[in-house]
């Protein structure tokens, strides 16, 4: 079975058999993992980028988890912090604005 298009052919057959092959893939390579996980030890304690946890403090807040990619971005950033105003319906304006703009470059090329 095959659906033509403009561009092509689509043969959702073939695509489902590629699916199915990497989920097999997938679960094969599952299976060659290591069965050595113990519960009630030091294994289910929290561990987050190579700091162990306190056991009250889980909380580890996102600037802190990507650090190195704001402080490279930290001029950019700077820049987009004045359109962050809190109010919802500035994004959903935002949002429209670019959903109206990605369709006219998509229905005029």
Known sequence: MRIGSGEGFWGPIVWVILALGILAMGFAVWLQGRRTYKRGTEQEEPFLSGEKLSKGGGAVAGIHLYWGFAEALRPLLSRLVAF???????????????????LLVVMLS
């Open 84 to 102: 962050h105003s809190g109010f919802v319906g500035d994004y959903v304006g935002w949002l429209l604005v670019v959903l109206v703009v990605s």
